[in-house]
């Protein structure tokens, strides 16, 4: 299974930026696709997951309401629309494939090489 995340890059804040994520290989029903970030000097921090399954969505506190995570099953891929960026959203975003739902980056197993997102003031 690889993982291609792709979309970052530099913007404004207050704009917006839509990242993906293609999976080669199977992704089964059990399965749930994150996002993860990292800034410098930080811990690796949960953004969102989505279920394969059903659709179901969960989000991490400091972008609820501000990023949406979804999927196109038939393309195995899963996007990230990150809106009303602020420079606190700069680091570098992970995809993630794992087989249930988790909240910290132990929970996954399978992981894209990282795509910068930074946020200028």
């Known amino acids: 299974v690889q993982l291609q995340a792709s979309g970052g890059g530099l913007v404004q804040a207050g704009g917006s930026l839509r990242l993906s994520c293609q999976v080669s290989g199977r992704i089964f029903s059990s399965h749930v696709m994150a996002w993860f970030r990292q800034a410098p000097g930080k811990e690796r921090e949960f953004v969102a997951a989505?279920?394969?399954?059903?659709?179901?969505?969960y989000y991490g506190e400091s972008v609820k309401g501000r990023f949406t995570i979804s999927k196109n099953n038939a393309e195995n891929t899963v996007y990230l629309q990150m809106n009303t960026l602020k420079p606190g959203d700069t680091a570098v975003y992970y995809c993630a494939r794992g087989n249930s739902l988790g909240y910290r980056s132990a929970d996954y197993g399978y992981w894209g090489q990282g795509t910068l997102v930074t946020v200028s003031s």
């Open positions: 989505i279920r394969w399954s059903n659709g179901f969505t």
